[in-house]
């Protein structure tokens, strides 16, 4: 069974910088995709950034120059380095992974972690 488990979210001042871990466990095969969404109550879920297994990045045009995902893959590890946060940040941050294991290629999502920028 795969799991995707977060960490590294909290309360931050703006201008601040924190950084989300999520590491995956399980039966791993490979992993394909591995991205961040966010979400606020009322809203969407929406893409934060994107780590495809080749190495190319995407990011949602609010977090650009401010955001970094990167991946370590002998850890099965995907990080988000958040610098210069902003209220608007202020969300519930969600790991989510295409993983493939003996048995097929699913998608998962790791439980979310709070991340709050106020003053």
């Known amino acids: 069974q795969v799991q995707l488990v977060e960490s590294g979210g909290g309360l931050v001042q703006p201008g601040g910088s924190l950084r989300l871990s999520c590491a995956a466990s399980?039966?791993?095969?490979?992993?394909?995709?591995m991205d961040w969404y966010r979400q606020v109550p009322g809203k969407q879920r929406e893409l934060v950034a994107h780590s495809a297994s080749g190495g190319a990045t995407v990011y949602t045009d609010s977090v650009k120059g401010r955001f970094t995902i990167s991946r370590d893959n002998a850890k099965n590890t995907v990080y988000l380095q958040m610098n210069v946060l902003k209220p608007e940040d202020t969300a519930v941050y969600y790991c989510?992974?295409?993983?493939?294991?003996?048995?097929?290629?699913?998608?998962?999502w790791g439980q979310g972690t709070q991340v709050t920028v106020s003053s």
């Open positions: 989510n992974a295409n993983i493939m294991t003996i048995r097929d290629l699913r998608n998962y």
């Open positions: 399980g039966n791993i095969f490979s992993i394909h995709d």
